[in-house]
């Protein structure tokens, strides 16, 4: 019974350390992703501005 919990250990612990080694692993995929999200934020920063300088047009004063 002991020798079946030790080799469910080794076998979890080598499971896990495959899966982790894989995840650091960073693909094409996940680079474009990086690079969609970052313009995607990038966008929604400059409609907000612009939205903040129609509104200062809109009361007559500027920043």
């Known amino acids: ?9 080794v076998l979890v612990a080598g499971a896990m350390a ?10 094409p995929a996940e680079r474009a992703g990086k690079e969609a999200d970052k313009v995607v934020s990038d966008v ?7 939205g903040e300088n129609i509104q200062d047009a809109a009361k007559g004063g500027k920043k």
């Open 1 to 9: 019974m002991k020798f079946g919990k030790i080799i469910s250990a």
């Open 18 to 27: 495959f899966v982790l080694a894989a995840c650091e692993k960073e693909g």
């Open 44 to 50: 929604g920063k400059s409609i907000e501005k612009a």
